[in-house]
């Protein structure tokens, strides 16, 4: 047998090692602690003997033992968020070393893409998270640490249990392909879920802003990068820690629907205004026949606590870490269950990790980073459409306790417990997300490394529906049974080639990096659904048992794409104040157009230290200031595959009594196919300062962008007569111009007390500024695109409509057909009569402001923290404050449901604000809100035991915290929420406000 | 710095190999789960199935989706009106019918973009050298049948919205610059489909609900009168009427044990495609429990709900509920209401079969067991009753077997698209129209006499007459609207006949506006509103 390859003169190296470890004969031991300035023992501080690769690690009670050289040796004492400090050893055998915090956040570490920088060295806009700052809130989803942190990052749920919410970097670029920024997990892509990981694995989160911090992921990185680290095994005594919180959770805001006796008076005047009999003593009369069985029973519901339950979120998370020579590992297991605040909105969570690291040799280190999570959102949730339009006086249970499946006989309404209670689904998610890497530091080339990572995912759901067959004949509906499967899968891999080379030349310094990989994603989906049961008692588990079998109709049941990239990246350093970073990636994809699926990503960053030049020392009120430049491209794919090509979809038919089934083809009319669709490519210049005054006590960043999007990928429509009503294409340029600031301030800090401040606040404003370059009425300007609602000098996404202009009162001359209590429609261009001409710019969707303050007060072992998020300048559709339902809005005041009670007009009341009861919407227009606000989102008070506690029990720690979530809001929005902006009747869903009890345990 | 440009010499000299080296057939894309448009279309069974998906399309015309908005060919007529208090639609024609309303758009959207881009890559495709064809007539079969729908869909446009764009082949690129043709043109586009149609489908259609000959003829006749040829309609109608069709003027069908007449028994289940019905040209196709048997967004026939009054909510004189859900009636929720015209003034002759009790319900018994009043008449006359809604006569076209259960309100039975009876009635107007009243009353009293109904003279025979024989005879299958827009009656019949909207309606109402959205797309060039519109 042949034995692997070693390069020459490897076995010499190894040997000399070896021998240097062992038998130099010229060495002692040195032991001792290291604290930090409260005296808490630091675990998995790096101990390196200067001018060594020699590097030892406190365990888990601070202790370490290092040998060192009779003579002359330096210890360099290093911890993440610490000042580094140098220590040359004495004659004693014990050292105690107290480390000071890095109040210098400059001298952090950050996780860049491919490698890691001290933040002085960084060029692009890099934020990182302070995982600290959310480690006394219930977070069930790293995405929430985000919220109102970061400078220019925007996060929003929708309230729901599970869900992992959205983010947005620095705005809208583009409404077709995703706003979501990439995630990079442990060094490389990451395509699950959000909620697929387990936020208290999370060592640290970095987002990267601008192009040259994220032009290495080329054509993913147009929406910003999110680099999240877990932790890996640091002392070599096992570090065990458990962590668990409680939170129960109630309504911050429910949506103001008719009372019993408000819904009566609207059945009196809607008779009236509808020139039908309107006699209070006859209102029994007008209610329907079930209504009326409630009313005579003097009963009355409220329809959201009909579909409420007790919410409460629970989470208990355990891990064990550690190192041994060789080895470090870190385990982790997480369980979080999240009852949402709506009647089966259920979320589940088991995830499980293990990060391995094992130096096989000194120039050989293989390690496996790996997930699985489990999610179980079973339970079918409470429709709220119907709870929205649920009577005061529905009839909701027949006398025999079963439930009624209309509850007013006007069968718009179904009883909203009806399929949370009858139904029966499995919603389960299964991932497994590994990442195994080899990293080799090439022996006869110092500085010269290279890493191989390959990292499968496969994810597998379940989604199964049972309805069981339902049959009475006083119910007034009938359902045959249905059972239904969908399997899905996602398997994906990614492989990388990494080169990093780095060198040190008198005052030049400089790192290279080289990447090529490729990478698969691969989608299939099966569906398959039975009918007429002739027996449920199977559920969903045997669909042989209906008559009716089917594979429902949709269209792409399989999705493969492809990707290849290269990358280089150089990083010059000069006198270690003058820093140059370039990079240039060049991807392929296939999702693109045959002649368009590559595209290049260059980008230059240039910083310069300030602070470190000699004529800045008199200039003592800076102890740092940074200056960054940066400028580059990076694209953005497409949303799904298959968007270049022309595709036929499948419908059915018969023909004849007791016909077979036919199928049919043709074209799928929702988007003509785009052979010539390209990368969308983004345009980004950053300037940015960095800076410390004041000792320390103010730190901040300070950065203007200006990006500038070509080509965007958008879904435009088109024309309904070319046959198709959408299209994905490559069109016009938007622009976006913004400023972020970032404050640390450090107010107040006495031995005792402190008082910190982290304030962020950004501004974007985005503009079009080209759509088709097309004049068509040659009037010298560019043509706005009415059917999308596109505008050159306007933001993206606006709000294009008629304006309210209150209400037509009695004897106010109107327009024919038109009454009193209907909306009066500006008459923006003045001729007379409302046309089309009559549409403006109501406003935008997007905020234009992003604000967030978080205070935090220590006194001994006592923490307060609270935390104010805030978005302004926005508006959006709000379709519920209209009176009828054209637009969608769910008001249909002539029926027996009920709907958003904010009043009408009446010929007494004469209303400026809202219509009469039965204005139809001749103009079909939507009405609209700010959803501007401001919210006291997180207040939390932790205690931490003192020592004399922990160490009777032979903790390392023990904290207590309290939390309250969502505990005010300050809006004007009718909707539920105005920072998920949920605004149709189907997803009203409240964000909850929740009160947390949480315990940290370490030993 | 000699050693950096080195370095960088050597990074792009990495990035440069692999950035070329890639292969690129990695980065090709094959559909997985879809068809491809010209890998389908190569030989008759992907035109087959491409036809089948056009049937798909016309029925979703009427059955694609649910909700009072499907019905504005028929609301606001002068046979039909709102019967739920709480819809608006065409009460005021001014303020309900506008480019913004809901039916104005999907009407327009089912024809551009359901069934003219469907029909013109049949017709489009088929011609290309890539297809192989067993013979002309093979291909020419399919193409008449694509080209009878696009017909089928100008002629609708045409009538509803006057002169729109005229769009004859497929489109791949985007296009703002479409322009009107006349109502005249477009008219004349539909009949150079139809006569290719005429010519090469077949007599006999290969399965119930396909397209035969006599759909196109019959059509052609229409068309034939808008673009003012009255003798090639009549020839058009004629070659129909001596075609394989005939009246039924026997009982038939599978309820031959229940009461019953000739005319009753085309409308009961499995009515329209019985081997004894000789008068289907053509029936849009509904199955039960059959994948395909219903449009897929809907779920059934929904005419019984939308036409069927709310007897179910009707109570009896303690105010009690006196009725309940009935398998016989099914649930309509009353939607659309006929008019007096339509329940009342039309019937000249008490033996017209059509106004039987077997074709119209007019009389309603309580059937809730609970109530003391069970089995009693419902009495008219009680002013508790809402006879807009609750209780009004119900055109038994609708009823059909609750095969989902009674309260399901749908029924799944197949649509007539296109019946003898009104062949007769359109040769009947092209007669009228060619100055022969004695023609025209010939072809009347056709229709009359199956339905045991007296002769009409010729002398009283105008084109009033003709639109208050096809009520008569054609009730809920014709679209009220086409005809009187066609003819160009609608305003002066709806003055007449409609008493909600009979005040608000203008003379500009005889056609739909252009859709908003569509004026808004064609940036292009100026696609021109409908007068009174804009």
């Given amino acids: 047998m042949k034995l692997p390859v070693f390069p020459k003169g490897f076995g010499a190296l190894l040997f000399f090692v070896l021998l240097s470890a062992g038998l130099c004969a010229q060495q002692r031991t040195i032991t001792g602690r290291v604290n930090d300035e409260n005296n808490m023992p630091l675990p998995g501080v790096s101990i390196t003997l200067k001018g060594t690769n020699q590097t030892s690690i406190t365990d888990t009670s601070g202790y370490f033992s290092v040998t060192v050289p009779s003579t002359g040796a330096v210890l360099v004492f290093s911890y993440v968020g610490y000042q580094p400090q140098e220590i040359t050893v004495g004659e004693s055998s014990t050292l105690n070393v107290t480390l000071l915090s890095a109040s210098s956040k400059m001298d952090e570490v950050v996780v860049v893409g491919y490698g890691s920088q001290?933040?002085?060295?960084?060029?692009?806009?890099?934020?990182?998270?302070?995982?600290?700052?959310?480690?006394?809130?219930?977070?069930?989803?790293?995405?929430?640490?985000?919220?109102?942190?970061?400078?220019?990052?925007?996060?929003?749920?929708?309230?729901?249990?599970?869900?992992?919410?959205?983010?947005?970097?620095?705005?809208?670029?583009?409404?077709?392909?995703?706003?979501?920024?990439?995630?990079?997990?442990?060094?490389?892509?990451?395509?699950?879920?959000?909620?697929?990981?387990?936020?208290?694995?999370?060592?640290?989160?970095?987002?990267?802003?601008?192009?040259?911090?994220?032009?290495?992921?080329?054509?993913?990185?147009?929406?910003?990068?999110?680099?999240?680290?877990?932790?890996?095994?640091?002392?070599?005594?096992?570090?065990?820690?458990?962590?668990?919180?409680?939170?129960?959770?109630?309504?911050?805001?429910?949506?103001?629907?008719?009372?019993?006796?408000?819904?009566?008076?609207?059945?009196?005047?809607?008779?009236?205004?509808?020139?039908?009999?309107?006699?209070?003593?006859?209102?029994?009369?007008?209610?329907?026949?079930?209504?009326?069985?409630?009313?005579?029973?003097?009963?009355?519901?409220?329809?959201?606590?009909?579909?409420?339950?007790?919410?409460?979120?629970?989470?208990?998370?355990?891990?064990?870490?550690?190192?041994?020579?060789?080895?470090?590992?870190?385990?982790?297991?997480?369980?979080?269950?999240?009852?949402?605040?709506?009647?089966?909105?259920?979320?589940?969570?088991?995830?499980?990790?293990?990060?391995?690291?094992?130096?096989?040799?000194?120039?050989?280190?293989?390690?496996?980073?790996?997930?699985?999570?489990?999610?179980?959102?079973?339970?079918?949730?409470?429709?709220?459409?119907?709870?929205?339009?649920?009577?005061?006086?529905?009839?909701?249970?027949?006398?025999?306790?079963?439930?009624?499946?209309?509850?007013?006989?006007?069968?718009?309404?179904?009883?909203?417990?009806?399929?949370?209670?009858?139904?029966?689904?499995?919603?389960?998610?299964?991932?497994?997300?590994?990442?195994?890497?080899?990293?080799?530091?090439?022996?006869?080339?110092?500085?010269?490394?290279?890493?191989?990572?390959?990292?499968?995912?496969?994810?597998?759901?379940?989604?199964?529906?049972?309805?069981?067959?339902?049959?009475?004949?006083?119910?007034?509906?009938?359902?045959?049974?249905?059972?239904?499967?969908?399997?899905?899968?996602?398997?994906?891999?990614?492989?990388?080639?990494?080169?990093?080379?780095?060198?040190?030349?008198?005052?030049?310094?400089?790192?290279?990096?080289?990447?090529?990989?490729?990478?698969?994603?691969?989608?299939?989906?099966?569906?398959?659904?039975?009918?007429?049961?002739?027996?449920?008692?199977?559920?969903?588990?045997?669909?042989?048992?209906?008559?009716?079998?089917?594979?429902?109709?949709?269209?792409?049941?399989?999705?493969?794409?492809?990707?290849?990239?290269?990358?280089?990246?150089?990083?010059?350093?000069?006198?270690?104040?003058?820093?140059?970073?370039?990079?240039?990636?060049?991807?392929?994809?296939?999702?693109?157009?045959?002649?368009?699926?590559?595209?290049?990503?260059?980008?230059?960053?240039?910083?310069?230290?300030?602070?470190?030049?000699?004529?800045?020392?008199?200039?003592?009120?800076?102890?740092?200031?940074?200056?960054?430049?940066?400028?580059?491209?990076?694209?953005?794919?497409?949303?799904?595959?298959?968007?270049?090509?022309?595709?036929?979809?499948?419908?059915?038919?018969?023909?004849?009594?007791?016909?077979?089934?036919?199928?049919?083809?043709?074209?799928?009319?929702?988007?003509?196919?785009?052979?010539?669709?390209?990368?969308?490519?983004?345009?980004?210049?950053?300037?940015?300062?960095?800076?410390?005054?004041?000792?320390?006590?103010?730190?901040?960043?300070?950065?203007?962008?200006?990006?500038?999007?070509?080509?965007?990928?958008?879904?435009?429509?088109?024309?309904?007569?070319?046959?198709?009503?959408?299209?994905?294409?490559?069109?016009?340029?938007?622009?976006?111009?913004?400023?972020?600031?970032?404050?640390?301030?450090?107010?107040?800090?006495?031995?005792?007390?402190?008082?910190?401040?982290?304030?962020?606040?950004?501004?974007?404003?985005?503009?079009?500024?080209?759509?088709?370059?097309?004049?068509?009425?040659?009037?010298?300007?560019?043509?706005?695109?009415?059917?999308?609602?596109?505008?050159?000098?306007?933001?993206?996404?606006?709000?294009?409509?008629?304006?309210?202009?209150?209400?037509?009162?009695?004897?106010?001359?109107?327009?024919?057909?038109?009454?009193?209590?209907?909306?009066?429609?500006?008459?923006?261009?003045?001729?007379?009569?409302?046309?089309?001409?009559?549409?403006?710019?109501?406003?935008?969707?997007?905020?234009?402001?992003?604000?967030?303050?978080?205070?935090?007060?220590?006194?001994?072992?006592?923490?307060?923290?609270?935390?104010?998020?805030?978005?302004?300048?926005?508006?959006?559709?709000?379709?519920?404050?209209?009176?009828?339902?054209?637009?969608?809005?769910?008001?249909?005041?002539?029926?027996?449901?009920?709907?958003?009670?904010?009043?009408?007009?009446?010929?007494?009341?004469?209303?400026?604000?809202?219509?009469?009861?039965?204005?139809?919407?001749?103009?079909?227009?939507?009405?609209?809100?700010?959803?501007?606000?401001?919210?006291?989102?997180?207040?939390?008070?932790?205690?931490?035991?003192?020592?004399?506690?922990?160490?009777?029990?032979?903790?390392?720690?023990?904290?207590?915290?309290?939390?309250?979530?969502?505990?005010?809001?300050?809006?004007?929005?009718?909707?539920?929420?105005?920072?998920?902006?949920?605004?149709?009747?189907?997803?009203?869903?409240?964000?909850?406000?929740?009160?947390?009890?949480?315990?940290?345990?370490?030993? | 710095m000699q050693r950096i440009n080195k370095i960088i010499t050597a990074m792009l000299v990495f990035t440069l190999l692999y950035g070329t080296a890639c292969k690129k057939d990695v980065l090709d894309e094959t559909p997985q789960a879809f068809m491809n448009i010209e890998a389908t279309l190569t030989n008759k069974a992907g035109f087959e199935s491409a036809v089948i998906a056009l049937h798909a399309g016309a029925r979703e015309q009427l059955f694609g989706q649910d909700g009072s908005r499907m019905w504005a060919l028929h609301l606001g007529t002068d046979e039909f009106m709102t019967g739920d208090p709480s819809l608006a639609d065409f009460n005021d024609y001014i303020t309900w019918l506008t480019p913004q309303q809901q039916s104005v758009t999907m009407n327009w959207n089912w024809a551009y973009l359901t069934m003219i881009p469907r029909a013109n890559l049949i017709i489009e495709y088929a011609e290309k050298p890539t297809v192989t064809w067993a013979s002309e007539e093979e291909k020419n079969a399919l193409v008449a049948e694509a080209r009878f729908m696009r017909a089928f869909t100008y002629n609708f446009l045409a009538n509803l919205y006057g002169g729109v764009p005229i769009v004859d082949r497929v489109y791949m690129e985007d296009k703002r610059d479409f322009v009107r043709a006349s109502r005249q043109e477009v008219y004349d586009f539909a009949r150079q489909d139809l006569e290719f149609a005429s010519q090469w489908l077949p007599v006999e259609a290969p399965a119930k609900g396909r397209i035969a000959k006599g759909a196109a003829d019959h059509l052609l006749a229409e068309v034939y009168i808008s673009l003012g040829d009255y003798d090639k309609a009549i020839e058009a109608a004629t070659r129909v009427i001596d075609g394989p069709y005939k009246l039924v003027t026997e009982r038939f069908g599978n309820y031959l044990n229940r009461p019953g007449d000739p005319f009753s028994d085309l409308f009961r289940d499995g009515g329209q495609n019985h081997v004894a019905n000789t008068e289907t040209i053509w029936a849009v196709q509904m199955e039960y429990l059959t994948p395909g048997g219903i449009a897929l967004r809907n779920q059934g026939n929904t005419t019984l709900r939308a036409f069927g009054n709310r007897y179910w909510n009707l109570k009896d004189p303690d105010g009690n509920a006196g009725m309940v859900v009935a398998d016989s009636l099914g649930r309509g929720v009353g939607w659309v209401r006929g008019t007096n015209y339509l329940f009342y003034n039309i019937w000249d002759d008490p033996n017209d079969m059509r106004n039987s009790r077997n074709n119209i319900r007019r009389d309603f018994y309580y059937n809730n067991p609970e109530s003391p009043y069970v089995g009693q008449k419902v009495d008219r006359n009680n002013p508790v009753h809402d006879t807009a809604w609750d209780y009004y006569p119900t055109i038994r076209k609708i009823e059909g077997e609750s095969l989902a259960g009674a309260s399901y309100g749908r029924t799944f039975k197949d649509h007539y698209m296109m019946r003898l009876a009104e062949t007769y009635l359109l040769r009947a107007e092209a007669w009228l129209r060619k100055n022969d009243p004695v023609m025209a009353a010939n072809d009347i009293n056709v229709v009359r006499g199956r339905a045991h109904a007296a002769p009409i003279s010729p002398d009283d025979v105008d084109l009033d007459y003709i639109l208050d024989e096809r009520a008569r005879e054609l009730m809920i299958e014709e679209l009220r609207r086409l005809t009187l827009n066609r003819v160009g009656k609608l305003v002066e019949r709806v003055r007449a006949y409609n008493p909600k909207s009979g005040n608000s309606i203008q003379d500009y109402h005889g056609l739909f506006p252009i859709p908003q959205d569509v004026i808004d797309a064609n940036s292009g060039t100026e696609l021109g509103q409908n007068d009174g519109y804009d």
């Fill in chain 1, 118 to 1003: 001290s933040r002085r060295n960084v060029t692009g806009s890099v934020a990182k998270i302070d995982m600290s700052q959310t480690e006394n809130t219930p977070i069930a989803s790293f995405t929430q640490a985000l919220r109102g942190r970061v400078a220019g990052v925007q996060f929003a749920d929708n309230g729901r249990p599970g869900q992992g919410g959205s983010i947005i970097i620095r705005g809208d670029r583009s409404l077709s392909g995703s706003d979501a920024p990439l995630i990079i997990l442990d060094g490389v892509f990451f395509y699950g879920e959000y909620s697929d990981i387990n936020p208290n694995d999370i060592e640290s989160m970095q987002v990267l802003k601008d192009a040259s911090a994220t032009a290495i992921y080329g054509t993913r990185a147009a929406n910003g990068v999110i680099i999240i680290t877990t932790k890996k095994g640091a002392g070599t005594k096992p570090t065990i820690r458990f962590n668990a919180f409680y939170g129960a959770s109630g309504w911050s805001k429910k949506m103001n629907l008719y009372g019993p006796e408000a819904y009566l008076q609207r059945i009196l005047d809607y008779r009236r205004q509808n020139n039908q009999p309107s006699n209070p003593d006859s209102i029994r009369f007008y209610l329907q026949t079930t209504e009326q069985e409630i009313y005579d029973a003097g009963q009355t519901v409220d329809p959201w606590d009909v579909v409420s339950q007790d919410a409460s979120i629970q989470s208990y998370d355990m891990s064990v870490s550690g190192r041994t020579d060789r080895t470090s590992y870190f385990l982790s297991a997480n369980y979080v269950n999240d009852k949402g605040l709506i009647l089966n909105d259920n979320a589940k969570r088991i995830t499980v990790r293990m990060n391995l690291d094992n130096k096989i040799t000194n120039w050989l280190t293989i390690g496996l980073n790996s997930q699985f999570t489990r999610r179980d959102l079973s339970g079918i949730r409470a429709p709220l459409d119907m709870a929205y339009w649920l009577s005061p006086y529905a009839k909701l249970y027949f006398d025999d306790g079963e439930l009624v499946p209309y509850p007013v006989v006007d069968n718009l309404e179904f009883n909203p417990l009806f399929a949370p209670t009858y139904y029966k689904n499995k919603a389960l998610n299964y991932s497994i997300f590994g990442t195994a890497y080899a990293l080799v530091s090439i022996p006869q080339i110092k500085g010269l490394s290279y890493r191989f990572n390959y990292n499968p995912r496969f994810t597998w759901d379940q989604n199964y529906l049972a309805q069981p067959v339902y049959d009475r004949a006083d119910a007034g509906y009938q359902n045959t049974g249905l059972a239904r499967r969908v399997n899905q899968q996602n398997a994906s891999w990614q492989y990388e080639n990494i080169l990093t080379y780095s060198k040190s030349l008198g005052d030049h310094d400089f790192d290279v990096t080289l990447l090529y990989g490729q990478d698969h994603q691969e989608f299939d989906i099966t569906r398959a659904e039975s009918r007429n049961l002739f027996n449920d008692a199977l559920g969903y588990n045997n669909l042989n048992i209906g008559t009716t079998q089917t594979t429902p109709n949709e269209p792409e049941d399989v999705e493969i794409s492809n990707s290849v990239s290269s990358m280089a990246r150089l990083n010059y350093r000069f006198r270690n104040r003058y820093l140059l970073t370039l990079t240039a990636r060049r991807d392929g994809s296939s999702r693109f157009g045959v002649d368009k699926k590559y595209g290049t990503f260059p980008s230059a960053a240039v910083a310069w230290i300030i602070s470190d030049e000699a004529f800045m020392d008199k200039l003592t009120v800076f102890n740092m200031l940074k200056l960054r430049l940066s400028y580059g491209k990076v694209g953005n794919i497409a949303g799904g595959p298959y968007q270049s090509l022309g595709r036929f979809i499948t419908t059915q038919y018969v023909f004849g009594d007791g016909s077979p089934t036919y199928t049919g083809v043709y074209p799928d009319q929702s988007y003509m196919p785009q052979p010539n669709l390209g990368w969308e490519t983004t345009t980004a210049a950053n300037a940015g300062i960095d800076f410390e005054i004041l000792k320390n006590r103010i730190g901040g960043t300070i950065e203007y962008y200006y990006t500038k999007t070509t080509d965007m990928l958008q879904r435009q429509s088109v024309s309904t007569l070319t046959g198709f009503s959408n299209q994905y294409i490559n069109i016009g340029q938007v622009d976006n111009r913004g400023i972020e600031i970032t404050l640390n301030t450090v107010n107040i800090k006495t031995k005792q007390f402190s008082w910190t401040s982290n304030i962020i606040f950004a501004a974007n404003k985005n503009k079009i500024v080209h759509i088709k370059h097309q004049d068509t009425d040659k009037d010298g300007v560019e043509d706005d695109d009415l059917s999308n609602n596109w505008f050159i000098g306007s933001p993206i996404s606006v709000n294009f409509d008629y304006e309210f202009d209150g209400i037509y009162q009695e004897g106010d001359p109107m327009p024919a057909g038109y009454k009193p209590g209907w909306v009066r429609v500006k008459d923006q261009n003045k001729d007379g009569r409302i046309t089309a001409e009559d549409r403006v710019i109501l406003g935008q969707r997007d905020p234009k402001y992003r604000w967030g303050i978080t205070n935090t007060l220590s006194y001994g072992n006592i923490t307060l923290s609270f935390f104010i998020n805030a978005m302004q300048d926005f508006m959006a559709p709000f379709n519920m404050l209209s009176i009828e339902n054209a637009r969608g809005g769910g008001s249909f005041p002539g029926r027996p449901v009920n709907m958003l009670n904010a009043g009408y007009w009446t010929p007494e009341n004469r209303s400026n604000t809202r219509p009469g009861l039965t204005w139809t919407n001749p103009l079909n227009m939507q009405f609209y809100a700010k959803r501007d606000f401001v919210r006291l989102q997180d207040v939390s008070l932790a205690y931490d035991f003192p020592k004399s506690i922990t160490e009777r029990y032979k903790l390392t720690n023990l904290r207590l915290f309290v939390n309250g979530r969502n505990l005010a809001t300050w809006t004007d929005w009718p909707g539920p929420d105005p920072e998920s902006g949920n605004n149709t009747i189907t997803n009203l869903y409240p964000t909850p406000r929740t009160v947390t009890l949480g315990l940290n345990l370490g030993f």
